[in-house]
């Protein structure tokens, strides 16, 4: 028997593994103690039955009269080829959209994609950054210059969760948690759902959703008023101050909790607790970026880490590392000058590694407005079941000439393909990848454990087959993996026979920099902005504020009494990741079936028992669902999985202009308004 030394790709963290392989085929894992995370949680162990799977694609798929038939990797990129030729000819580039999912997160896949993108012409390329994670990082880079990370160690004095799960979601993180609070450190926990580090916190806070601003600012009117900042931060590394201080005057706790439910003693209590505990750590979860508000409430958020003195310190928050010095892969000067979709968000683009916002799509595709959209090369998305207005997407979708799906199973994005192209799964492929988006300066090989089932191949070998069938071979000159990957790090220095020994990864950098002493933030001013120059140039409000979500009881009172409970979608369960991993026996043993979360007192009032089939219902459409009475949610609040095909939770939501965030463009998916009732 022979172990691989490798890495897991199933979640964020990316533990090490120890990879058992005989014949040729995996056995088990087990972790790998030398990486930083060697969690090998529930996910980690069904890698066998991910990789065997006998869901998997193995071979081309082409539809032939609204049938499947396989085909040869020939005469697959050979259609592709021609088609996005044909396609580039009438309609021109920019008529071509390139999207990776979260497939390919830290994977050489995307920059390989980006790169075809960019000599094929087209200035249309998104990600599921759309939707996750990149409303953050806009948020902190308006702010400090870059995205934040929370370190968790054994020096937090206060750990804080806000609208973060990170039991279900990240397991490494909740064992820092849990092991900071062993050394001494309090934890706050802000959530409108009882989660299981909730129930050992100092203080829950159950906010309604979508009003995390307001909660921030009166935790900061807290803090000024109280003298709690670190008043020689304050003063030489930021700017903005006297200004903030005077408009979260108006957010005083009586009327914070007028608007969070959150008790103004609680507050109180919290903004103490997390200002005099230092160092302390906030992790922000997708919950954030999923708001109309959202923007502004991370803006709040990282405000209370700075004034607090609490950036860039150890056990505080940090700034990324540098990043790993890569050649260049863009060619820009080949892209169509024409307008990409997605410039109403500008800011989007800039702090989101350049890419576009996808959320205008849709309308686009629909409306041919500004130009048509007639062709969709996915890489590793599943947009039928992530993307919210579910409905939408699939008449959008039918009106393309083209729709290329690359995958490692038949998702419902798949089944509307012309062509579906089967890509290698992490275990059967060389990748390089870097932690740097987890605060970590770590760089290392996921190494190869077995070989492709089937004809299923790498995916940037897929990429590049299609560009070089389009007369594109000179951009695409790598012959193996093994040479990309020699000239991709020949700026670092780094070696592949290197990366190959150093199992557990080589670690380029300081673990927490504390550059900005010397370089200041990467902000115009150079300092902490509390007063944003970039968003006060763009006509947004330069100061945090607080926005009602587009549709609650306040701002849509008609509607909320024909709808009147908040959906959260969107809730995390170990065993799956978004629509990943739900055909996999050991992951439908833990959670066989998609469920929505509702308060006893409420149930009771719709005459709904725990276990009865009920239908959840808004504006945009409704979805069948077994009830989980659960004391865990809040009386006027209800919470559904998703990534489920048979329930498929973005039927009930909307990415409408209105109910999306002005400077991110990402929609509010965690506070629509709903009704529940007994099938």
């Keep these: 028997m022979n172990i691989v030394k490798a890495t897991c790709e199933m979640c964020h963290p990316r533990c090490g593994l120890n990879v058992h392989v005989e014949d040729g085929r995996i056995l088990k894992v087990e972790p790998m103690t030398e990486h930083p995370f060697h969690n090998n949680c529930v996910k980690a162990r069904a890698i066998p039955e991910l990789v065997y799977s006998p869901e998997r694609l193995t071979n081309p798929l082409k539809k032939v009269s609204g049938k499947f038939e396989e085909v040869t990797w020939d005469e697959a990129f050979d259609f592709v080829a021609q088609k996005l030729t044909d396609i580039k000819d009438r309609y021109g580039a920019k008529s071509i959209v390139m999207h990776t999912g979260r497939a390919y997160v830290g994977s050489i896949t995307s920059p390989i994609l980006r790169r075809f993108a960019d000599v094929l ?22 702010t400090v210059g870059d995205h934040v990370c929370p370190n968790f160690d054994s020096s937090t004095r206060c750990a804080v969760l806000w609208g973060d799960n990170p039991t279900e979601s990240n397991p490494v993180q909740a064992k820092s948690i849990k092991a900071a609070q062993a050394a001494g450190s309090k934890l706050i926990v802000i959530d409108p759902r009882v989660i299981p580090l909730a129930k050992g916190a100092d203080i829950h806070a159950r906010i309604r959703p979508g009003t995390d601003c307001a909660l921030a600012l009166s935790m900061l009117h807290v803090i000024i008023k109280e003298e709690l900042f670190d008043r020689e ?8 101050f006297d200004e903030l201080a005077k408009h979260v005057e108006g957010y005083p706790p009586e009327k914070a909790e007028e608007i969070t439910w959150v008790p103004s003693d609680m507050i109180r209590d919290m903004a103490r607790m997390y200002a005099t505990n230092k160092p302390a750590s906030i992790s922000l979860g997708i919950s954030m970026d999923h708001s109309a508000n959202g923007i502004q409430a991370i803006r709040a958020i990282t405000s209370l880490m700075a004034v607090t003195g609490n950036i860039s310190v150890p056990g505080g928050n940090i700034l990324l590392p540098p990043r790993m010095p890569f050649p260049k892969l863009r060619v ?20 989101g590694r350049q890419e576009q916002q996808a ?34 997407i699939r008449k959008a979708f039918e009106k393309l000439d083209l729709l290329v799906d690359c995958d490692i199973f038949l998702t419902d994005t798949a089944r509307m393909a012309d062509v579906v192209l089967p890509g290698a799964t992490f275990m059967e492929k060389e990748d390089l990848r870097d932690y740097r988006n987890l605060g970590l300066p770590l760089f290392l090989m996921q190494n190869k454990a077995t070989e492709p089932v089937g004809s299923s191949m790498e995916d940037w070998k897929i990429v590049a087959g299609i560009a070089r069938r389009m007369g594109y071979g000179d951009y695409f000159p790598w012959e193996s993996t093994e040479e990309l990957f020699g000239y991709l790090l020949k700026p670092s220095g780094l070696t592949l026979d290197e990366l190959r020994q150093k199992h557990e990864g080589i670690y380029y950098g300081e673990k927490v920099s504390r550059r900005y002493l010397e370089e200041g933030f990467n902000t115009p001013s150079k300092k902490v902005e509390l007063y944003s120059s970039l968003l006060e140039e763009h006509g947004y409000d330069p100061l945090p504020t607080y926005h009602e979500p587009p549709e609650s009881p306040v701002s849509t009172p008609a509607l909320a009494r024909e709808y009147p409970l908040i959906l959260v979608t969107g809730v995390r369960v170990l065993p799956y990741q978004h629509s990943q991993y739900h055909t996999l026996p050991s992951m439908r043993k833990m959670v066989p079936e998609p469920y929505v979360e509702i308060h006893p007192q409420t149930a009771a009032s719709l005459g709904i028992n725990h276990g009865d089939m009920t239908t959840v219902e808004t504006p945009k459409g409704s979805i069948r669902l077994k009830a989980n009475v659960t004391s865990d949610i809040l009386p006027d609040v209800v919470a559904v999985l998703h990534g489920w095909g048979e329930a498929n939770a973005n039927l009930l939501t909307s990415m409408d202009k209105e109910n999306c965030d002005p400077v991110s463009g990402y929609p509010g998916l965690r506070q629509t308004l709903c009704r529940v009732a007994k099938c």
């Design 233 to 240: 931060f304050v003063e030489q590394r930021t700017v903005g």
């Design 332 to 351: 820009e000067e080949k892209v169509d000058k024409d307008v990409p979709i997605g410039i109403d968000y500008p800011l989007f683009t800039r702090f």
């Design 359 to 392: 959320t205008p799509l849709l309308d686009v595709m629909l409306t041919e407005k500004p130009y048509p959209i007639k062709a969709l090369l996915n890489f590793g998305g599943n947009l039928a079941l992530t993307w919210p207005d579910a409905n939408k």
């Design 121 to 142: 012409g087209t200035p249309n390329f998104t990600s599921g950054g759309s939707f996750c994670h990149l409303a953050r990082t806009i948020g902190f880079s308006l």
